[in-house]
């Protein structure tokens, strides 16, 4: 009897080393997606994604990197996630609010004071907590955070030196609403638009304005229809490598530990790459737009943490609330 166990447990032993053995020869191939150009920040990281991915799983996960919206826009990429449809998305932070309010204040404005404290929040227990209630509302996984540049406002008619010169002023905002939410309180009159429909929203004045880092201005060519640059410096709006619930059950377990660990070492790429190009785009936009330093204080002041809606919950209370302990 006791050989018979020992032989049945050597079997079994064979056999789930089989199942490993054939789970790593399968073969994947899945589709991501981003809104910026090929060029952009987001793209090669993304492209490093999946590179990182290839290189640890010996070929056998390929990842499409598809840029510029070539998929959809990022709201419709958010809602492929959930159900299934799309693979793998470069999804803002600012997208997960409509699903999972409190996430908001990951975006809050002036929530961040530099690129190093943007690094500790996105790496604290905090994000990890949103992390986890992202996946939980919307089975969405938010494999790494991604720092971006901090965002300045381009405007076509008159400059803005202050808050008081946003009172009316239509800015084009993305379809977010922790965005719609901050530029209320800043008095203008925000306009949710695709990013792929910003040019031409300018161009014919259905916005006056557009909120976004100067890489992306640069990268859409938005320095074209724009003729200020003021540095406000109002929200720096974190990114996520995100992958649908479905595409992740697909692959064995050790391909989904290859995919997390290629997505943190491409967060980290992703912030010095962030911090160079945005000092070439800034300089770069210098020779082509009216730069403006504004008054900063003035933008503080017109925020009120506690009377954004998206936030108000105990559990939103709360995460700010341990949010702005980090130092």
Known sequence: MKLMKSALASLAAVG???GVAQAADQKFTFNLSDQMAADHTVTLVAQ???DLVKEKTNGNVIIKVFP?????????NTASLKSGMLD?????VEQYPSFVPESAALVLPYLYKDYDHVAKVLASDVARDIQGMIAEKTTIHVLAFLPMAFRQMFTVDNPINSA???KGVKMRVPESPIYVAAFKQFGAVPTPLAWGEVYAALQTGVA????????GILTASLQEVTKYMSLSNHIEGPSTISMSDKAFKKVPVQYQAALVAAAAEAAKYDLTLTIARDNEARDKLKDKLTVVQPDIASFKNAIRYDQIELISSDKGKDLVKRL???Q
């Open 324 to 326: 702005l302990a980090i």
């Open 164 to 166: 008081a010169d946003l």
């Open 68 to 76: 510029s919206g070539a998929l959809g826009g990022e709201k419709d």
């Open 16 to 18: 789930l080393m089989c």
């Open 208 to 215: 006056k304005g557009v909120e976004n880092t100067p890489e």
């Open 48 to 50: 490093r994604f999946a």
């Open 88 to 92: 793998f998305g470069i999804i803002a």
